[in-house]
T-cell receptor, first 115, second 115 residues
Framework: DAMVIQNPRYQVTQFGKPVTLSCSQTLNHNVMYWYQQKSSQAPKLLFHYYDKDFNNEADTPDNFQSRRPNTSFCFLDIRSPGLGDAAMYLC??????????????FGPGTRLTVL | AQSVTQPDIHITVSEGASLELRCNYSYGATPYLFWYVQSPGQGLQLLLKYFSGDTLVQGIKGFEAEFKRSQSSFNLRKPSVHWSDAAEYFCAVAPNSGGYQKVTFGIGTKLQVIP
């Protein structure tokens, strides 16, 4: 089945220790997104890629970076995690046919704990 | 900028009872509207979406939603709730315009189903 896969599902890191979260997709979609979701809050868009074109949200901290080496994979790098970065991180994809009305397909998420 | 309000943070219904989850949006024109469901520990799954045309939209799992322009609402309904419907439900809006505009999610409504 075509899907969005996130690894690992659970990640524990130490305060200040860099961490990388992984997302892969078999849908061959043009757009890949990273969201941060804290408990009882709406998913918050961090950034997205349309193909190789990176688009950062204005309020995304510099501590968060992303890489998309090819169509299938996208990575979220947190350079120096703080306690406030503990959250669920959701990866999503969409076809990207020229407008945001595209349905987004979500992965199961990675729950990040910062000690 | 668009916004979404889900006034009910938590709702409890009995199995077999009807359900209505409220969603109000703010946008200058008719937007794209979505309802997503998130089961515990899972990513978001699209239930249904409204782009244009018939204001009553049918979705998966027996859900439907009605777009009411005069009330700026897009409420989600189900005539008979099943225990497996217990989850968190997110309403979302995206501008109905060309180019890329981000999807804005509401804060979510957590549904509890009791026997």
């Amino acid at each position: 089945d075509a899907m969005v896969i996130q690894n690992p599902r659970y990640q524990v890191t130490q305060f200040g220790k860099p961490v990388t979260l992984s997302c892969s997709q078999t849908l061959n979609h043009n757009v890949m997104y990273w969201y941060q979701q804290k408990s009882s809050q709406a998913p918050k868009l961090l950034f997205h890629y349309y193909d190789k074109d990176f688009n950062n949200e204005a309020d995304t901290p510099d501590n968060f970076q992303s890489r998309r080496p090819n169509t299938s994979f996208c990575f979220l790098d947190i350079r120096s995690p703080g306690l406030g970065d503990a959250a669920m991180y959701l990866c999503a994809t969409s076809r990207g046919e020229g407008r945001w009305g595209d349905e987004q397909f979500f992965g199961p998420g990675t729950r990040l704990t910062v000690l | 900028a668009q916004s979404v309000t889900q006034p009910d943070i938590h709702i409890t219904v009995s199995e077999g009872a009807s359900l209505e989850l409220r969603c109000n949006y703010s946008y200058g024109a008719t937007p794209y509207l979505f309802w997503y469901v998130q089961s515990p520990g899972q990513g978001l799954q699209l239930l249904l979406k409204y782009f244009s045309g018939d204001t009553l939209v049918q979705g998966i799992k027996g859900f439907e939603a009605e777009f009411k322009r005069s009330q700026s609402s897009f409420n989600l309904r189900k005539p008979s709730v099943h225990w497996s419907d217990a989850a968190e439900y997110f309403c979302a809006v995206a501008p109905n315009s060309g180019g890329y505009q981000k999807v804005t999610f509401g804060i979510g409504t957590k549904l509890q189903v009791i026997p």
